[in-house]
C-alpha cells in the first residue's frame, strides 16, 4: 500500500486515495414518505448535520424502518456522514462524526455514509481533516451545480487526503477531540441552564403557580390583572436585508436561520460577514433585545440579541422589536412555548417551502400579565442567561483555538 502514497508539497505527510482505507461502499440514505416520521429510529437529517458537529445523543426526528432498512441504513460509532446536497453552499459536503450512541440511528436521502477502516486510520482525524480548510477545499472541487449543489460518495472517495501513521493520526486527534469534549461540556451546561428558564417561564406563564385570583377570558381563566391581546400590541415588525455577497473576511456579519438552528442562543463565530449598501443598511442593524423569526425553512425558529453586535439580519427573518427588554426575553420565551410552535406549525403555508408572513408570526391571540410579572421574570432569569453568555464565549474562545490548531495539526506543520 505504500507504493501508492505520494507526497503533496504543502502537506509534510503522504497521502493516499481515500477508498483505501474505507471498510466498505459508501452510501446514500433513506428517503421515506410521511407515515412513516414521528417514530421508531433516530433520524439524522440535514437540519441535524447543520446544528452538530460530533453526533452522539442529540433529541432527533424519528423515522419507522423495517429490519432491512435498519441494518443497511444505521450508524455506527466512527461513521462519517456527509451532508450529499443542499440548497446551501456550505452545507455541501459538511462532515460529522458519529460518538458515543447506544442506539441504531438512521441517516436521511440528502446525507451519505462513509465507513473507515479502523485498523489503517482513526475516523476522528479524517473528520477534523475534512472540517479543515484543506478538506472543505478539496470538497469544493468536486461540488456539482445543479438547482441545488451536491457531492456523489463516489467523487469524494476518489479524493486524495493526507495519511499520517495511525498513531500520530490518534495524537492527533486526541488533541482535538479534548477540544470539542471541552466546548461540548459548556454546551450541555447552557441547554441546562436553559431549560431551568424554560420550567421558570411554565410555572409563571402557563400554569399560573403562585396565582390565587382568576378571572374568565375567551382563552380560559387567567390571573386577575392580566389580559389577553395580541403579539402585534407587543412589538414593530420588520423584514430582513438581502445581502449581495457573503463570506468576506470582515464587515457586518450576517445572521442567517441556519446561524439560529442550533439552541436559543446564537454563536457569532458562524455567522458569516456580508457586502452592505451603506444607504439602505442602517435600518436593518440588529440591536439587544431584537427577536428574529424564521418565516421560511424552519417557520417560527426564533433567536435573540444579546449582545452588541455590528450585524443584519437576512431577508427569510422578520424582526420584532418589543418595547422593553424585559418584554424581549418574556416574548422570546413565549415564542418558544409549545403554545407558540403549535400555532407555527398550524400556520404555515406554502405547498413545497413552507412558509410564515410577518403578519401570521404576530397575529396570535396571546395571555399578556401584568408589566411587573414581566419585569420580575427578567430580574430572576437574567443571571442565568448570563451565564449561558460566559459559557458561550469560552466556547467561542476554544472554537477558535481548536479551528487555528487543526489546518496545522493535519497539514503537519505543527508535529505532535
Known amino acids: 500500500m505504500k507504493s501508492k502514497f505520494k507526497l503533496n508539497k504543502e502537506n509534510y505527510y503522504p497521502f493516499v486515495i481515500l477508498k483505501e482505507i474505507l471498510s466498505e461502499k459508501p452510501r446514500n440514505g433513506l428517503y421515506k414518505s410521511e407515515e412513516f416520521h414521528g417514530k421508531g429510529n433516530r433520524w439524522i437529517k440535514m437540519k441535524s448535520i447543520f446544528a452538530n458537529r460530533i453526533l452522539s445523543d442529540q433529541k432527533m426526528e424519528r423515522i419507522l424502518v423495517t429490519d432491512d432498512e435498519e441494518k443497511k441504513f444505521?450508524?455506527?460509532?466512527?461513521?462519517?456522514?456527509?451532508?450529499?446536497?443542499?440548497?446551501?453552499?456550505?452545507?455541501?459536503?459538511?462532515?460529522?462524526?458519529?460518538n458515543n450512541i447506544n442506539d441504531r440511528p438512521i441517516f436521511e436521502s440528502n446525507t451519505f455514509l462513509v465507513r473507515l477502516d479502523q485498523s489503517k486510520c482513526d475516523p476522528r482525524f479524517y473528520f477534523y481533516y475534512f472540517n479543515s480548510p484543506y478538506g472543505r477545499s478539496n470538497i469544493y472541487g468536486i461540488i456539482r451545480q445543479?438547482?441545488?449543489?451536491?457531492?456523489?460518495?463516489?467523487?469524494?472517495?476518489?479524493?486524495?487526503?493526507?495519511?499520517?501513521?495511525?498513531r500520530l493520526q490518534k495524537r492527533i486527534s486526541d488533541i482535538c477531540w479534548t477540544l470539542d469534549k471541552m466546548i461540548l461540556s459548556l454546551e450541555n451546561q447552557n441547554i441546562y441552564l436553559e431549560k431551568i428558564?424554560?420550567?421558570?417561564?411554565?410555572?409563571?406563564?402557563?400554569d399560573f403557580d403562585g396565582q390565587t385570583e382568576f378571572v374568565d377570558s375567551?382563552?380560559?381563566?387567567?390571573?386577575?390583572?392580566?389580559?389577553?391581546?395580541?403579539?402585534?400590541?407587543?412589538?414593530?415588525?420588520?423584514?430582513?436585508?438581502?445581502?449581495?455577497?457573503?463570506?468576506?473576511?470582515?464587515?457586518?456579519?450576517?445572521?442567517?436561520?441556519?446561524?439560529?438552528?442550533?439552541?436559543?442562543?446564537?454563536?457569532?463565530?458562524?455567522?458569516?460577514?456580508?457586502?452592505?449598501?451603506d444607504t439602505s443598511v442602517p435600518k436593518y442593524r440588529l440591536e439587544k433585545g431584537d427577536l428574529l423569526v424564521s418565516r421560511m425553512a424552519d417557520p417560527g425558529k426564533v433567536g435573540i440579541i444579546e449582545t452588541d453586535t455590528d450585524a443584519v439580519f437576512a431577508s427569510y427573518l422578520v424582526r420584532l422589536k418589543p418595547r422593553s427588554i424585559e418584554m424581549s426575553y418574556?416574548?422570546?420565551?413565549?415564542?418558544?412555548?409549545?403554545?407558540?410552535?403549535?400555532?407555527?406549525?398550524?400556520?404555515?403555508?406554502?405547498?413545497?417551502?413552507?412558509?410564515?408572513?410577518?403578519?401570521?408570526?404576530?397575529?396570535?391571540?396571546?395571555?399578556?400579565?401584568?408589566?411587573?410579572?414581566?419585569?420580575?421574570?427578567?430580574?430572576?432569569?437574567?443571571?442565568?442567561r448570563i451565564m449561558i453568555l460566559n459559557n458561550l464565549e469560552e466556547q467561542n474562545t476554544l472554537s477558535r483555538i481548536r479551528d487555528s490548531l487543526i489546518p496545522k495539526l493535519i497539514s503537519g506543520k505543527i508535529r505532535v
Open 74 to 98: 444505521s450508524c455506527s460509532n466512527g461513521d462519517l456522514i456527509f451532508g450529499r446536497t443542499s440548497l446551501v453552499f456550505d452545507g455541501v459536503g459538511k462532515c460529522c462524526i458519529i
Open 146 to 166: 445543479t438547482a441545488a449543489s451536491q457531492i456523489t460518495s463516489d467523487d469524494l472517495i476518489e479524493l486524495s487526503v493526507p495519511y499520517p501513521i495511525l
Open 330 to 384: 418574556f416574548l422570546f420565551y413565549f415564542l418558544r412555548s409549545q403554545f407558540y410552535v403549535d400555532y407555527a406549525l398550524g400556520s404555515q403555508g406554502g405547498s413545497v417551502q413552507k412558509n410564515m408572513n410577518a403578519k401570521i408570526i404576530v397575529d396570535i391571540e396571546m395571555i399578556i400579565p401584568d408589566q411587573f410579572i414581566i419585569n420580575s421574570f427578567y430580574e430572576y432569569i437574567y443571571p442565568l
Open 218 to 277: 375567551e382563552l380560559g381563566q387567567i390571573p386577575k390583572g392580566w389580559r389577553v391581546g395580541k403579539l402585534s400590541e407587543l412589538c414593530s415588525t420588520q423584514y430582513g436585508y438581502t445581502a449581495s455577497a457573503i463570506d468576506h473576511d470582515t464587515g457586518t456579519k450576517y445572521l442567517r436561520i441556519t446561524d439560529m438552528n442550533k439552541n436559543p442562543w446564537i454563536c457569532w463565530n458562524d455567522v458569516p460577514y456580508c457586502e452592505i449598501d
Open 197 to 206: 428558564i424554560q420550567t421558570i417561564f411554565k410555572s409563571w406563564f402557563v
